[in-house]
């Protein structure tokens, strides 16, 4: 995985294409919605148990690879965030390369549920440089599950990015990727060796604390906690407390949901000394992306944070 380029009219062509004949952009979604849901299960592109590794690895195309996994919340109202993502996909890419932010942006999309209720609760892609992004992306079953404890599966999701997942950047270079996880929740209590069991399938006998997968996480992945606005948990205190409690100011909170993919794409391109903010910002403007204003509010509430913390 990870040969070949973006190529945009392809992309808006593809999109221009399903539009015309009414076809759901995630049509894996639509696929199982017509389906019993005890038989919905994950699009084998993004199924995570007995996965070895996901990897994301140089080539003659790409000389220095660098890895960028999101992974978002697909319970509830969080279905809408993938969405946005897809259609904002050439943006998001078109930023990272054109502007220069990242040289080999290698991108990997999975989806987050609920280990206790749902179906699905974690699937992960591959990294990809061309329009196969594309694709996994649009596979994600939105299943729209969640269990109503104001908790769902992140740390699994952690787990999984900490210790499935080998990157040439890492191991190469001892540089770390960069992992943003999308969503409006606390984690479980501890990461239960029963969902690694069965969502995994690793031998896991004995519970895992939360603090300690994102410690072991944090040593190979730059990792934000985007929160959205898109349920009254984002002006909860304790969602905040608690995701600052793991990540510092890597907790990121985004007044206008459709601004993800550039909040994205200049938290890159700031952790990679590429640009300032002020610059990204009128990057942002100059490409007319809707989203520079939250994105300002975001990375300025960011910025006047004491304790820099980078996970």
Not at 126 to 147: A, H, K, T, V, Y
Not at 268 to 284: F, S
Request: with cysteine; glycine share 10%; hydrophobic share 35%.
């Amino acid at each position: 995985m990870g040969y070949g380029h973006w190529d945009d009219t392809a992309y808006r062509a593809a999109a221009t294409f399903r539009a015309r004949r009414g076809q759901d952009d995630f049509g894996y979604t639509a696929e199982m919605r017509d389906r019993p849901y005890d038989s919905w299960r994950a699009h084998p592109s993004l199924e995570p148990f007995g996965v070895r590794a996901r990897e994301c690895r140089d080539s003659d195309e790409h000389g220095a690879a660098l890895p960028i996994a999101v992974l978002f919340d697909v319970t509830g109202s969080m279905g809408r965030v993938p969405r946005i993502m897809q259609n904002k996909l050439g943006l998001l890419h078109g930023l990272l390369r054109s502007r220069g932010y990242a040289d080999d942006p290698q991108l990997l999309f999975g989806a987050i549920g609920d280990a206790d209720s749902d179906r699905v609760p974690l699937q992960v892609g591959q990294f990809e440089s061309d329009n196969r992004m594309d694709e996994q992306l649009r596979s994600i079953l939105l299943e729209g599950g969640g269990g109503g404890q104001k908790s769902e599966s992140y740390e699994l999701a952690a787990y999984f990015m900490a210790t499935h997942v080998t990157t040439d950047a890492w191991d190469k270079r001892g540089k770390r990727g960069y992992l943003f996880l999308i969503g409006d929740e606390l984690n479980k209590p501890r990461l239960a060796s029963r969902h690694i069991r069965a969502v995994i399938g690793d031998s896991v006998r004995q519970d895992v604390s939360v603090q300690s997968i994102y410690r072991e996480l944090a040593e190979r992945w730059h990792v934000y906690f985007i929160l959205p606005d898109q349920s009254s948990y984002f002006h909860d205190p304790e969602i905040a407390e608690h995701w600052r409690g793991l990540l510092g100011q890597n907790f990121l909170k985004l007044d206008d949901p459709a601004a993800v993919c550039e909040l994205i794409a200049l938290t890159i391109g700031l952790g990679e000394d590429r640009v300032d903010l002020a610059t990204g910002l009128a990057d942002l403007r100059d490409v007319g992306a809707t989203g520079a204003d939250a994105v300002a509010r975001t990375l300025g509430e960011r910025k006047a944070l004491p304790g820099k913390r980078t996970a």
